[in-house]
C-alpha cells in the first residue's frame, strides 16, 4: 500500500491574462502535468489562449488544456491564483489590494468548495495580502495556502549576483524575504558563494561587493518590476518560472528550499502576517519555514516589512 494517495497531475490557473497564460505555456513545456484548465471571466481570451497552446501540445507533451469555469478546478492538486488587475499609476498599495480583494471574495470560495482538498497558489498583487485574505477566505490550513512572495525577487537578487561576480546565477544562494515588494528585505549576512560567505569570497577569488553595489544590486532588485513595467508594460516570464518551480516541488514532492509567501505567527516576534521566509515546499504544499540567523537589522527590517503589510491588512478591514 502507498503510504500517500497519488496527487493528481491536473493544474488550475484562474485568470489566462499575461501571467496565467504565460505560466499555462511554462507548464505546457515543463511536461510536469496531464491537464490544464484555464479559467477567465473573459471567457473569450481564455480560448484563445487554450487554442494556441493545444497547437503547441504536438511538439511538447501529451497535455490536455482547456477552458473552463469553477466547477472544473475539481481534483485540481494545486489552484493557481494570478486573476486581478494590476496596480494603477494614481493607485496605492491598499487601493489595489480593495480592487483585487474585491474579486477575491467571489473566487476564493468557489475554488475551495469545488476543490476543498487542493493547494492555492496565489500570485496576484499585493501577493503577500491577497494571500492572507485567501487563508482567511477559504478555510484551509496555512500549509496549503502559498503565496509566490518573493520567489521572484529572490531568482532577480541572484541573477544580479551572478552577472556581477561572473557566475551561473544558481551558484549564488542569496534570499530576499519579507514583502513581495518596497520593503523587501536582502539577507546579505547568510548570501554565499561555494558555502564562503560573500566578504569570504570576495576576499579569497579578488573581487569585490561592497556597500555602493550591495545597495546598487539591492535596489535593482527592488525597483525590477517597474522599470520592466516602464518597458514593456507588464512581467510575466520569471514570475511564471517562479510558479512552475513551486508547482514541481509540490507535484514531484521534492522538499526544495523556496522563498514564498507564507503565514508567520511567532517567528522574530512577528504575529500573523504572511511574507516570504525560505520555506520547504513539498507535496503537503509548505512543510516548514526554515529559521535564519539574521543579523540585527535584517531582523528589524523584517519587522518593519511585516508592519507595512499589517497597515494594508488592517486598512482592508
Ligand atoms: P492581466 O490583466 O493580463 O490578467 C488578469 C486576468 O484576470 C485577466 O485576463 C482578467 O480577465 C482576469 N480576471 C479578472 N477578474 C477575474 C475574475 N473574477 N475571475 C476570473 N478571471 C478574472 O494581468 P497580469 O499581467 O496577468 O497580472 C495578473 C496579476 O499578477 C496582477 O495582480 C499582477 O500585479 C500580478 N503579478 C504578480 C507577480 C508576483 O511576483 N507576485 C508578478 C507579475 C504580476
Redesign the pocket.
Known sequence: MPKYKTLSRKISI???????ATFAYALLLSGLCSEIVL????TQ?AEGEVMDLNHAVPLAHPTRIRVGDHKDCADSSISVV?????QRPDENRLDLAKR?AA?FR??IPMIVKNNPDGILLI???P?DILSHFSLQLSGLPDNKVIG?GTI?DTARFRYLLGQHFNLDARSVHAFIIGE?GDSEVPVWSLANVAGMPIEEYCRTNGCECNEVTRNKIYLQTRDAAYEIIAKKG???YA?ASGLVRIVESILRDQHTILSVSTHINGLYEIQDTFLSLPCVINRNGIDRIIQLPLAPSEAAALQKSAKALGGIMRGLG
Open positions: 484562474i485568470g489566462a491574462g499575461n501571467v496565467g479559467i477567465d471571466q473573459n481570451k494570478t486573476a486581478g488587475t494590476a483585487n474579486i467571489q473566487i500570485t496576484t498583487n501577493v509566490s521572484l513581495h507588464a512581467t510575466y514570475i
